[in-house]
């Protein structure tokens, strides 16, 4: 996962090249969150994972923060 690749002092802000280059490849609706968890618990909490993870996508619209974090799963395994 980003967060156990990126080390032990990784920041949002680190992060952030990386997230906006991936929306800018694929768009929202090609994009799905993974918290990678467990093993993300080797370098953050769950809680604090998913709280960068909505921080580093605040820039999108409603419509598309919903698609990255459940909508384009949903349509793509036809669940929902």
Known sequence: GLVTEAGPNW?????????????ACFGPDRLMFGSDWP??????????????????????????QDAVFGGTAARFYGIG
């Open 11 to 23: 920041s949002v802000a680190g992060l952030k090249p990386y997230a906006d280059h991936l929306v």
């Open 39 to 64: 093993v993300c618990e080797l370098a953050a909490t769950y809680e604090n994972w998913l709280a960068a993870a909505k921080e580093l996508l605040a820039g999108l619209s409603p419509a598309e």
